[in-house]
């Protein structure tokens, strides 16, 4: 089975700073995907960013990117000119593509809190 | 307009009551997922139907019911309440596109259950 694991359980960034939150997974699988969700005081749970395992080249979106490491089995997240709206619980998520597409089962970390600071 | 809405936001109820949450996609998507988040966040999938059948069901109690009405709609039916299902439930919709190996999921708003 597939275990997700974040250590950070809170962390905290001033304003226009640089933070990178940590996740690594336990998986035999070769091909997979890694989200970073983020989930702010409304409980809304969006979807920040995304690779695919299978993909050398880091994704990066705006102001978010990850380092993901495979042999490593780590998945970062960084966020840079942290602002006051990323205030919010982040959620590191796996998943194993399904041969139909059907049933696709995240696995989720447990999150980090993160609070940016004015 | 919402894709992913529940009904109700927020459900407060007394132990060994039967109550139901609701949700509906507008996006057309094929398949529909409950997730269970509980009190330390943790964030676990329950069920999820396509096409009506239920595909994947993660051992929660059979006190939990999901019934799909039609593919708009994933209603979660939780019957004799305990205090150990106060969480928050987020349903989530996915598409299917042929011959991709991913479609993202579309979470709802939650719903927060508090069992007294």
């Known amino acids: 089975a597939q275990t997700v694991t974040q250590s950070q359980p809170e962390m905290s960034v001033q304003e226009a700073e640089t933070v990178t939150l940590s996740c690594t997974y336990d998986?035999?699988?070769?091909?997979?995907?890694l989200f970073w969700y983020k989930q702010p005081p409304s409980r809304q749970m969006i979807l920040v960013i995304r690779q695919e395992a299978y993909k050398q080249q880091n994704a990066t979106e705006n102001r978010f990117s990850v380092n993901f490491q495979k042999a490593a089995k780590s998945f970062s997240l960084k966020i840079s000119d942290s602002q006051l709206g990323d205030t919010a619980m982040y959620f590191c998520?796996?998943?194993?593509?399904?041969?139909?597409?059907?049933?696709?089962?995240?696995?989720f970390g447990p999150g980090t809190r993160l609070s940016v600071l004015p | 307009d919402t894709a992913v809405s529940q009904t109700p936001k927020y459900l407060v109820t007394q132990m060994g009551n039967d109550k139901s949450i609701k949700c509906e996609q507008n996006?057309?998507?094929?398949?529909m997922y409950w997730y269970k988040q509980d009190s330390k966040k943790f964030l676990k999938i329950m069920f999820s139907?396509?096409?009506?059948?239920?595909?994947i069901n993660e051992t929660v109690p059979n006190r939990f019911s999901p019934k799909s009405p039609d593919k708009a709609h994933l209603n979660l039916h939780i019957n004799s309440l305990e205090l150990g299902d106060s969480a928050v439930y987020f349903c989530?919709?996915?598409?299917?596109?042929?011959?991709?190996?991913?479609?993202?999921?579309?979470f709802g708003p939650g719903t927060r259950l508090t069992v007294l």
């Open positions: 998520a796996f998943m194993k593509p399904s041969v139909d597409n059907y049933g696709q089962n995240f696995v």
């Open positions: 139907y396509n096409n009506k059948e239920l595909i």
């Open positions: 996006l057309g998507h094929d398949t």
């Open positions: 989530a919709s996915s598409p299917y596109l042929a011959g991709a190996s991913y479609n993202e999921q579309f």
């Open positions: 998986t035999s699988e070769n091909n997979y995907y």
